[in-house]
């Protein structure tokens, strides 16, 4: 018995020695890939920014946990169309990943799932842009399948009308989807490329084949990416990966005039849609803020380059005072109050997107180049708002009211006012 308790005050004592020599080495140490328990702490985003010789500009940044990398095509949007082009922006954004540059849909699609990577792809009538999320190691690695050179091989094209029409019909369905189509028709004249319908399934393959070849081009379009620590190394291996894909010509991004006017489309739906427009500033951010401006004068407001306004929906029995709610909350100049509430919801809306996931910040990398040239981070978009003055609402807002209006209607309108009865309130 006694052998017994020396035995195992010895083992104990072995024991209580492993256990004291474990105790000089971290967990990391024993167990390689645990994460550390004293995390580095976060640090602020380092925006960098160049253009290659082949007119590209590549804007990256370095704090996001994951790399979100998009290519822009500014001139992608179907405000590019021409008029037997209508209907091609949509359906070449559903033929993005498609075969190209000798690799087939599913090698396309295989190579991005095998890094993890959630392809995207996105279109107005503004542009365009194809994108993917992944690890931030696999990010370089894949940029070459953003801008390869389409084949349009037939099951792809046939796909993408497909799909294109679907998305055409559903939105042709939606009421708010078909006011946001007769508001730009009214805006700029329906027969015009910004005033033509987006939601179109009426192109060519010969029309959509044209149209990506002159718009999907490199030069004069924005590659953006997240959470990239090297932005050298970076912009090296954008340029070699994409080296062979097609460079085309500089072109400006399409233009068009305000022209304001009326659209209008009846149906029995059991309410009257409206919504009234201006033409806005210039400025994304003092565009912004006379829409926030415009949202506190109790209005829904809405804002799109270029374009500011109020929308409202009401039963049949009230239709008649829509027109009237409206114009009331857009003549009503804004005090200083006002003002400085607007610009404070404006650039915390602003802010926030940059940290709304690295899709969001990397849209908003892409359009701050595409705005300015540049894009400086969190503190150059705040000061961008907080250099907006009073004054410069006041000139953003009667420089709106002597634009002519732009109105458009949808639903049970009998009871609306018509856009001349509207105007006058204006003038």
Known sequence: MLSRTVHATRAAAASTGKREFSALFTAVDEFPGVPSSTPTAAKASSPSVS?????????????????????????????????????????????????????????????????????????????????????PDKAARLVPLLATTCTFEPWDVKDAKTIAGEEAKAANSNVLSILTEQLYGAAYGAQTSMGRPYYSDSASASAIQSFREKAYVLNGAVLSATGVADHGAFVRSVEEGLSESAVGEATAAASAAYMGGEARISAPVGEAHVALAFEGPKS??????????????????????????????????????????????????????VVERAKALAKAEAVFALDAGSQSLAGAMASSVLETGSFGGAAQLAASYDAITAKDVAAAYTAMLKSKPSMAAVGDIAAVPYHATVASRFS
Do not use: H
């Open 51 to 135: 253009t290659l010789p082949n007119g590209l500009t590549v804007v990256t940044e370095d704090a996001s946990s994951t790399s979100t990398v998009t290519l822009t095509f500014p001139n992608a949007g179907s405000s590019s169309e021409s008029v037997a082009e209508q209907g091609a922006a949509l359906a070449n954004k559903c033929l993005a990943f498609k075969s190209g540059s000798g690799l087939s849909s599913l090698l396309i699609l295989r190579n991005l799932e095998e890094d993890g990577a959630s392809p995207f792809a996105t279109a107005d009538r503004y542009g365009a842009t194809v994108g993917y999320t992944a690890a």
């Open 284 to 337: 994304s951010a003092l565009l912004n803020v006379v829409k926030q401006c415009l949202t506190l004068s109790g209005a829904s407001a809405f804002a799109a380059p270029g374009l500011v306004g109020v929308y409202a929906g009401a039963p049949v029995a009230t239709a008649s005072t829509v027109a009237d709610s409206l114009s009331a909350a857009v003549t009503a100049i804004p005090s200083n109050d």
